[in-house]
Each structure stands twice: as C-alpha cells, then as structure tokens.
C-alpha cells in the first residue's frame, strides 16, 4: 500500500487518506524477469494535498509519473495574450 507522497521531491508520508488524492493505475508487471509471465496489477499513488493542488499523475509508456496540473486559470491566461496580441 502507498506509505509515501509520489512526487518524489516531497515524498511526505501518508497519515490521513482524506488529505491529498489517491490514483489507481493497472500496470504490467515482469514477475522476476520472466517476460512470458507478466502479469496485470492495480498500483495505487498518492499525493499529498500540498501536491495535488498543482499536479497530476499520469500513466505513460515508461510508466506511472507525476506531471503539472494544467489549471483553467492558466489557460485563460494565455487566451487573454491572445486575444491581446491580434487586437
Ligand atoms: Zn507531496
């Protein structure tokens, strides 16, 4: 089970489940080494609450990271630049 936070340059430990935000991933998993037999599993992530205001985990090909929330407030942002630029 998750004791840690996933970012790894905060990895505060996990005390209180209802702080942060929990995800599950079903990952392939090598069992010792053997190619032919992977099997599936559901690994869960958590992020401390510090954390999961300003990001995301994401399952990519390499595997499970934790990537930037891309937040609404940002995006208006850049349309405002925009819509400055072309007026
Ligand atoms: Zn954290």
Not at 4 to 18: D, E, I, Q
Not at 32 to 54: F, I, K, N, P
Not at 78 to 87: N, T, V
Request: charged share 25%; net charge positive; glycine share 6%.
């Amino acid at each position: 089970m998750v004791s840690n936070c996933a970012n790894p340059k905060c990895a505060k430990p996990l005390h209180y489940l209802r702080e942060g935000k929990i995800f599950v991933f079903d990952v392939i998993v090598d069992s010792a080494g053997d190619a032919s037999r992977r099997s599936r599993r559901m690994e869960h992530y958590w992020l401390c609450g510090v954390c999961s205001q300003t990001m995301v985990m994401e399952q990519s090909p390499e595997g499970v990271r934790v990537i930037p929330r891309s937040t609404p407030r940002l995006r208006g942002e850049i349309s405002l630049r925009k819509s400055a630029l072309f007026s």
